[in-house]
């Protein structure tokens, strides 16, 4: 029987970003599967270089639209450490508050993406609706509904009264109501059970080997959560299970991620309860000391790993984020071994993808001229202005010049 | 021929129950359709007229043409799809227990022509030579086996008790017989609609055009005119086959008064479209070999069941 090559992207109704996946298929079984990425390569980490830490905030916080207090938590946890300077635990119970929230937001997303892969609409709307709950909470406290923009330097931003604290609470009574039922809906629905069951298999020594991380680890069986097992934030005060599953597949992966719910609801009233009062952040120095640091945090999608590099300047000399999809990739190939071109989509969207967030780095291939290399900053720098002076006549040079020479005038 | 009988036909074949009517109401399934899809979902929905403008919209649109497609092929088949579910609305009895044409055997010509435009989509998605679209392509056909002979024996089983194969002779039946309908009311009806999913290619059986697989499936490189017409195709044919399964598994009330048989028929069809949206709402897309180990494994023996209790109760009552 022939095989055929399917490209699924850079452009398709499955992915909720650019990536190419390049399936070769005998009749619907795959055979192989290649992944590609770099189509959205922001140059974040550069940018980051040349911006203050304050500044680098708030960009890291648009690393992803989803996990964006992931991120800057993680950063700036880096960053703090780096600079010796220690936040204040109404502070870090804030962040781990908003962390918990920002799970819930996420996980009810995925649930809603994962229905609409394998043509279950209504799943779709149902979480989606519910997830509005959660939103709510999040711009009430923060102001924002995606990027909270909540940590600081020091601390937090803002501070929460006892009124809003009381109102979260309330809607986490409302969130559990209906996360129970979806716990029904998706271990009991027939037609979901066909689609998710033994789908994407992922064994625990593949995921060991290939250093899957967050629920698509966990739900292979992997005892790995970050949050206990590298104690960040407050999460050593706090009581909570980490999920873990046997199914290693797609509907093993559902089962964690809805169960997570739960535990997050809890971790929320065990913050507001434990909530200590206080000053929420210290003031900051401008400038930070030479040093370096490393900070990981459980995102809602896995393990996220920040560098910050100090020189002693108020710019951080070297940022280096690892999104937890990176992770995950590798499985990607893994799992979709021996599945139906069918199962693509929610196999892909069982590691909850962030292609985005994922890209730090991209090589270009010169095809024309047969060459491949990797250009520095200052070579690419070099070639870019070269390239406008001879391709499109821009001198970059004599505009320097001129512009000096008026502002000279002046 | 007289001039009388002329007209007529021309009537039945452009006003009623032809190709305006079946525009006008396939357009109204298709807005109930997605309105209680919607309503299922804790959704608004569409406004009534978007059906009539999402069609509008597309017929004023470019056509576009792939590179190496057959032109003629490609351009032809909505066509026939269009004409094929039209024509089969003439043998259906709609506002009395005779249809607007009839002979002995009918039955098995609407049931050849409903499986017309199905073979419309295969050929389409086949001549566009993309890829998503040939995959569709193989999707529709695939499922096509797997659906239509149950379709066909459910569908059946009730001619068989009436002993004619012409709709409107069974219509006649059982109005003499009301009671006999029960026979094919709790195995033929269930499993007529199930396939009813496969036809008309929603979840759990969208598998052709199951988006976030393959793009648009057969229809991936129509837009336009094209497209217009299948999806029209797609509406009238959704009509034709709730209008069939009501004059077969609901035969009741045939002979009231005009008005009244046609305001039962707005009943039973509305009936059809909520269960097709139902199960929409509460099923996700099942693989395409599922959907065929399913029917196979399950459909099909309930459907030769239904023929057996047919052919007995034929000969004891």
Redesign the interface.
Known sequence: MGT?T??IGPQ???LKEPAAFSITLVG?RILKSDVRLGYNHRGIEKACEQRTYTQDLYLIERICGICSHAHTTTFITASEEVAGLKVPPRGLYIRTLISELERIHSHLLWLGVA?????????L??SW?DREVVMDILAMLTGNRVNYGINTFGGVRRDFTAEQLAEVRKSMDVLEERTKYYIEVATS?P??A??LGGVGSLSHDDALRLGAVGPTARASNIQRDVRRDDTHLVYNELDFKVITDDHCDVFGRTVVRVLELMESYKLIRQIIDKMPDGPVSVKAPRRVPAGEAVARYEAPRGEDIHYVKGNGTDKPERVKVRAPTMANLAAVSKMLEDN??????IVVAAIDPCFSCTDRGIQVSDLGRGRDETLAWGALRAHGIEWWRREAGVDFASLNRKLSQSLAAR | MDPWSLFRSIFYILVFPGLLFLAVAGLAVEFADRRLYAR????QGPPWFQPLADFVKLVAKEDLFPDGADLWMFKTVPIVALTAATVSIFYIPIWGPHAAFQFDGDLVVVLYLLTLPTLCFFLGGWYSTS??AT?GAVRTLTQLFAYEVPLFIAILSPAVLAGTWSLSSMAVFYQAHPYHAFANLFLGLPVALVALLGKLEK??F??PD??????GGVFTEYSGKLLAFFRMSIDIEAVVVSSLLAAVFLPWGMDLPVAAVLALYVVKVGFVVFMLALAR??????????MVEFCWKWIAPAALLQLLVSIVLSGVL
Request: charged share 25%; hydrophobic share 40%; proline share 7%.
């Open positions: 055929v399917i490209p398709h109704p499955a619907e229905g609409h892969e394998i043509g279950f609409d209504t799943l709307m149902y609706r629905e037609t979901l066909k689609r139906n071109l069918a199962d693509v989509p | 299922f979902q804790n959704r890829l998503y995959m979840v759990p969208d598998i199951a988006e976030t697989e393959i793009v709402s509460v099923f996700a897309r099942l693989r395409i070999e599922q």
